[in-house]
């Protein structure tokens, strides 16, 4: 099976009632690829994935389609499949996109949060708040994450959440070299503190303006590290 996004592992698979055989090539590779089981720019051979996952081919062929679809996976003739590097302005861009979406999810859910939803994303920040203090950034990036993906379920918008899971996906690793600029996960600490507090008073308009600040900080991070990259 598979572990958290920058451990995960990939193991032979067990397909369900529920779940054919692509399917779970599908979301085992995709994880994979997420969290840094499969790199960019690694070559992704049909034959090594199928016995890797203990699948036959033609599910990881199909799987191998769907994730380039997905934007994770790209193919070139004579080169075969690769995962894809998305660039420093990709990022940027996708980061401009979520801002848009995720505003309007907050704004949503700010409008039918109930008590115990609210209890339930001040308790994610405060293990947020625990793996800060314990200076265990990864995990503090994959309750991020969490917290994030929690606030799109609560907006009950299936097609912006469908939007926002794809940008996440091609994302996130940048996401991750944001979070280790000197000081930048404390700030994000006290942004996802001001989200869900704009939550909880139902303020819609105070949460979509919270959501789009965090994402704006955020964009701003990365445009900073790329320039010293660029620079060094």
């Known amino acids: 099976m598979t572990t958290g996004y920058a451990g995960t592992v990939m193991s032979k698979g067990r397909t369900t009632d529920k779940q054919t055989e692509a399917d779970e090539a599908y979301a085992v590779m995709r994880q994979s690829?997420?969290?840094g089981g499969l790199m960019p720019g690694e070559r992704l051979?049909?034959?090594e994935l199928a016995e890797r996952l203990g699948l036959g081919r033609n599910?990881?062929?199909t799987s191998l389609a769907r994730l380039e679809q997905d934007g994770l996976v790209e193919r070139s003739p004579f080169r075969g499949a690769r995962v894809r590097i998305i660039s420093e302005a990709e990022a940027a861009e996708i980061l401009e996109a979520r801002s848009v979406l995720e505003g309007l999810a907050a704004r949503h859910a700010a409008e039918y949060?109930?008590?115990e939803q609210v209890q339930e994303l001040r308790g994610l920040l405060g293990q947020m708040e625990q793996q800060h203090q314990a200076g265990d950034l990864l995990a503090t990036s994959?309750?991020?994450s969490v917290l994030h993906r929690r606030i799109v379920e609560l907006a009950a918008l299936p097609m912006v959440a469908k939007l926002i899971d794809g940008l996440h996906a091609q994302n996130v690793r940048h996401q991750f070299r944001t979070v280790l600029?000197?000081?930048?996960?404390a700030q994000s600490l006290a942004?996802?503190?001001a989200i869900v507090d704009a939550l909880a008073t139902g303020d819609g308009e105070l949460a979509e303006a919270a959501m789009r600040h965090h994402l704006a900080h955020v964009l701003r991070t990365l445009r900073s590290l790329q320039k010293n990259t660029t620079r060094s």
Do not use: C, D, S
Not at 181 to 185: C, F, I, T, V
């Open 113 to 115: 949060m109930t008590p």
């Open 45 to 47: 051979v049909e034959t």
């Open 191 to 193: 942004e996802h503190r």
């Open 33 to 35: 690829i997420l969290g």
């Open 142 to 144: 994959e309750l991020n």
């Open 59 to 61: 599910a990881v062929r």
């Open 181 to 185: 600029a000197p000081g930048r996960a």
